[in-house]
């Protein structure tokens, strides 16, 4: 065998040229499907990354909401949610694995601004959280992406009047000056018309009415004293059907890509949100998002809650982030997809230029094989000699070519390239993760070099077939 290889190498060595120019299409194959492979990971990981942030990595729901709660969240609230928090976290087989663990409560409604000029109004999609929770969970960075997020002085676990809301939705409520936002325009002249002062007045003192009814006196002085922040009223459905207002003191705004939950999108603490669904009802919540140390202890926890929740009979079910994300599993079979196409043409690539560099050696060593078919040697050694040769060249180009894209990743990353992802309205680093998945550079390492022997079988059995009288006197 190791005659094999050092002919073989002798072999390569004596069509230096050519040599170089198939290593090459072989290392430009492995370069393309390498870097790709990096964005890809890059990509994955990112979405990942800020998808168990925002909802961690299982979300606590009760049965059915989640093919049929959207129309009506607060008829399927978990009661007792913190007795089954405190089941979850009381679990040893759960405790070791959980880094998070928080309640929400989804709600939609009317939120209004009757003390600007336009006296607007537009239905929201709002959620409820504890904003130390909100902040512990951005933290989660288990790829090294360094995508996390400082503390949100903005939203307070001591202050339940406070929230955010969406650019989109600041505009529309005239909250731009207040707020500082850059980039939003006032509302055009020639826009509707403004109700009358009076009929403006009268309708805000009808929800301040009402508000105060809901809230107490007391709670609803102290968010009317609030001079610091712009404040909106918010007005939804309690879980029994009647109507229930709530002041938010909007304490700034977040930029969100899609622009029809940029209009519409508000973040307040979970207090506020149970005040405005159950009113004075009993508190629940929609869900309790459960956030792990790492991602790879998804189906183990996931496996004990549903067995928790069916040894204490509780009606809950478990949902994952990629369940509750379709965007997330669509993007990885786009990619995953592009990449394969790929890796078929740089495949075919190699291919051919395997194929004609190794039928130019067998014509060039015609009379060569001849010879050595002469002295003996079995066709079977022939087929194997040129064999190993194409296995060789494509092990020299495979190697170049991954280490070519672990360089150009390290350099990319170290430039500090931005990029806007669809979804987002802030530019964020472009990262080539080439090392992030190790087990990738060798599947493609050896795809390329799986891919060369099989070109060199071809003009290896042609010359293995070649009758020996026919290659002495070939000219």
């Known amino acids: 065998m190791n005659l094999l290889f050092k002919i073989a190498w002798r072999n390569i060595v004596r069509n230096r040229r050519r040599s170089l120019m198939t290593a090459s299409a072989i290392?430009?194959?492995?370069?393309?499907?390498?870097?790709?492979?990096?964005?890809?990971?890059?990509?994955?990981?990112?979405?990942?990354?800020?998808?168990?942030?925002?909802?961690?990595?299982?979300?606590?729901?009760?049965?059915?909401?989640?093919?049929?709660?959207?129309?009506n969240a607060a008829a399927y609230g978990i009661d007792d949610y913190l007795g089954v928090m405190r089941l979850i976290t009381e679990d040893p087989a759960l405790q070791p694995l959980i880094a998070v663990i928080s309640p929400t409560q989804a709600l939609v409604g009317i939120a209004a601004n009757y003390s600007a000029d336009t006296a607007a109004s537009r239905t929201f999609i709002g959620v409820g959280l504890m904003p130390s929770d909100r902040d512990r969970m951005r933290r989660w960075d288990e790829y090294g992406t360094a995508d996390v997020y400082p503390p949100d002085a903005r939203l307070s676990d001591a202050d339940p009047n406070r929230g955010l809301i969406g650019t989109g939705l600041a505009r529309i409520l005239g909250l731009c000056s207040a707020l500082g936002l850059t980039n939003c325009p006032p509302a055009p002249a020639g826009s509707?018309?403004?109700?009358?002062?009076?009929?403006?007045?009268?309708?805000?003192?009808?929800?301040?009415a009402?508000?105060?009814?809901?809230?107490?006196?007391?709670?609803?002085?102290?968010?009317?004293?609030?001079?610091?922040?712009?404040?909106i009223d918010l007005l939804a459905a309690t879980v029994g059907g009647a109507p229930n207002v709530v002041s938010?003191?909007?304490?700034?705004?977040?930029?969100?890509?899609?622009?029809?939950?940029?209009?519409?999108?508000?973040?307040?603490?979970?207090?506020?949100?149970?005040?405005?669904?159950?009113?004075?009802?009993?508190?629940?919540?929609?869900?309790?998002?459960?956030?792990l140390h790492r991602t790879e202890q998804l189906a183990a926890a996931r496996a004990r809650l549903n067995a928790l929740f069916q040894q204490h009979h509780l009606d809950l079910e478990v949902r994952d982030f990629a369940e509750l994300t379709p965007y997330y599993g669509q993007v990885i079979r786009l990619f995953s997809g592009i990449f394969l196409f790929i890796s078929l043409v740089m495949g075919?690539?190699?291919?051919?230029?395997?194929?004609?560099?190794?039928?130019?050696?067998?014509?060039?060593?015609?009379?060569?094989?001849?010879?050595?078919?002469?002295?003996?040697?079995?066709?079977?050694?022939?087929?194997?000699?040129?064999?190993?040769?194409?296995?060789?060249?494509?092990?020299?180009?495979?190697?170049?070519?991954?280490?070519?894209?672990?360089?150009?990743?390290?350099?990319t990353n170290h430039f500090g390239f931005t990029w806007v992802p669809p979804g987002n309205t802030a530019p964020i680093p472009l990262r080539l993760v080439v090392l992030g998945r190790p087990?990738?550079?060798?599947?493609?390492?050896?795809?390329?070099?799986?891919?060369?022997?099989?070109?060199?079988?071809?003009?290896?059995?042609?010359?293995?077939?070649?009758?020996v009288v026919d290659a002495l006197r070939h000219v």
């Open 27 to 71: 290392g430009a194959g492995a370069l393309a499907m390498l870097l790709f492979a990096g964005y890809t990971n890059f990509i994955f990981t990112g979405l990942e990354t800020g998808y168990v942030q925002r909802d961690g990595h299982l979300t606590v729901f009760r049965s059915g909401y989640f093919l049929y709660g959207a129309g």
């Open 192 to 208: 509707p018309a403004v109700p009358a002062a009076g009929s403006a007045a009268a309708v805000n003192s009808d929800i301040t």
């Open 210 to 231: 009402l508000a105060r009814r809901e809230l107490g006196d007391a709670a609803s002085a102290a968010a009317a004293h609030s001079t610091l922040m712009p404040q």
């Open 248 to 291: 938010l003191n909007v304490s700034g705004a977040l930029a969100i890509g899609a622009k029809e939950l940029d209009d519409a999108y508000i973040i307040m603490h979970l207090a506020l949100a149970q005040q405005l669904v159950y009113g004075r009802n009993e508190q629940e919540v929609t869900a309790i998002m459960v956030q």
């Open 348 to 411: 075919m690539i190699v291919l051919f230029a395997v194929v004609n560099t190794m039928t130019m050696n067998v014509m060039e060593r015609t009379n060569e094989i001849g010879t050595i078919r002469a002295m003996g040697v079995r066709r079977v050694r022939i087929r194997l000699q040129f064999i190993v040769e194409g296995v060789l060249i494509g092990a020299i180009g495979a190697t170049i070519g991954a280490i070519l894209a672990i360089l150009i990743g390290d350099l």
């Open 439 to 467: 087990w990738l550079i060798v599947e493609a390492w050896l795809g390329l070099v799986l891919v060369a022997a099989i070109a060199a079988l071809i003009p290896a059995n042609r010359a293995a077939r070649l009758a």
